[in-house]
């Protein structure tokens, strides 16, 4: 069993939650625990949609320094690509996620939160990445999807100065997509995911896997792959459930087995 990292399912929402406390210092152990964790909120038909969560205190206040502090080059250049893969195994969950964001979420904490197709978090929250603080760079896909997400030029100015990022800003540069009290975080992020409780999760997988597969390549591979994904779905049970009850109901009323 898990030490501190487990997976909560309840109405179809499965809940990646983080209990080291204080501050849910993501060390190795940790990290390993968030890959079994996505890998089994892949695998479980009982769980529709994921909701990362730290906790009412704090989400993740980044990697566990004391441990890599000692670590020389040698050491890191074969475990670099492992650190992100871990939390990388959130993004490949072919399932809606949205990250529940309370206190801080910084460096590999934030980088645990871009790997969410939504970010959720209280007007308390600070978010960043401040790993040019300790001469380093972000190494868990910091660079990549923060880049991705709100642009070049904006994440260059937080990953050079490192600098905290107060929830009203996080929200209005497109760092995170929500913001309500504190309290009511992980409340809003059930709000969401509950959307996708009883939806069709193949063509909610293939939503997701054709906007980020499109996002790595030119247009008209994007295109390829989107047409391609568009038509298998005419092989789903929900596909066929959905268009008849267009037909009969029309929209909005359908019945989806995900299958």
């Not at 939390?87 to 072919?94: H, K, N, R, S």
């Not at 996708?196 to 030119?218: H, N, Q, V």
Request: aromatic content about 6%.
């Amino acid at each position: 069993m898990a030490e501190f990292v487990r997976l909560e399912v309840d109405g179809g929402i499965g809940t990646i939650r983080l209990e080291r406390p204080p501050m849910n210092a993501l060390n190795m152990q940790v990290q390993e625990e968030i890959r079994a964790a996505s890998a089994e909120a892949t695998r479980r038909d009982d769980v529709r949609a994921v909701i990362v969560y730290g906790g009412q205190k704090v989400f993740a206040a980044g990697a566990d320094i004391k441990e890599m502090a000692t670590l020389s080059y040698a050491e890191m250049a074969g475990r670099a690509q492992q650190l992100s893969s871990a939390v990388g195994a959130v993004a490949e969950i072919p399932k809606p996620t949205v990250a529940a964001i309370t206190g801080y979420a910084l460096g590999g904490g934030f980088e645990l939160a871009l790997c969410c197709d939504r970010r959720i978090a209280g007007d308390n929250a600070k978010v960043g990445q401040p790993e040019i603080l300790l001469g380093i760079i972000p190494g868990m896909g910091g660079t990549q999807r923060l880049a991705r997400l709100i642009g070049p030029s904006r994440a260059k100015d937080l990953i050079y100065t490192g600098r905290f990022v107060a929830a009203d800003e996080a929200l209005a540069i497109g760092m995170v997509d929500e913001v309500v009290a504190p309290d009511d975080v992980y409340e809003a992020a059930r709000r969401w995911a509950g959307q996708f409780a009883e939806g069709p999760t193949r063509a909610l997988a293939a939503a997701k896997a054709a906007i980020d597969g499109g996002l790595d390549g030119d247009l008209a591979s994007g295109l390829k792959l989107e047409s391609h994904l568009f038509a298998a779905l005419f092989a789903t049970d929900d596909q066929q459930a959905g268009m008849q009850s267009f037909i009969e109901n029309g929209p909005g009323k359908a019945k989806f087995s995900g299958k």
